[in-house]
């Protein structure tokens, strides 16, 4: 039997020790006032109007955090003037990231994290 001092791998439990704290800044277009929200995970909260949904799309992409590699072949497709920014701490772990949707590698990461950017 388990006691209170005891570990365990339960890794369905966030750590505490490692916090989440996001900022989420969209303009959706040039000029425009940007929309701000903030965003928690453990458990998924803040002023973002879709927390849950907006952590998971996080978790389920792939290096939401980090650019398109400069020498990615992108097709050259414009998406719009959308563009946004994610800042704070991911998992205990300093990010900050721009997002945009100037060529089919730009929207493919913001379609990935569209519940994070377009969550209205």
Not at 15 to 27: F, G, I, Q
Not at 56 to 69: D, G, K, L, T
Request: overall charge negative; hydrophobic content about 30%.
């Amino acid at each position: 039997m388990p006691t209170p001092d005891s570990s365990s791998d339960n890794s369905s439990e966030k750590p505490t020790e490692n916090p989440t704290r996001l900022t989420v800044t969209v303009w959706d277009s040039p000029g425009a006032e940007p929309r701000t929200f903030e965003l928690t995970e453990a458990p998924p909260a803040g002023t973002h109007p879709r927390p849950e949904a907006a952590v998971a799309a996080i978790e389920a992409a792939r290096r939401p955090f980090e650019p398109v590699p400069r020498d990615a072949m992108c097709t050259q497709i414009y998406g719009g003037p959308q563009r946004a920014v994610i800042e704070g701490t991911w998992r205990g772990q300093r990010v900050q990231a721009s997002y945009d949707k100037k060529n089919g590698c730009e929207i493919a990461r913001w379609k990935a994290l569209a519940a994070v950017l377009d969550p209205e």
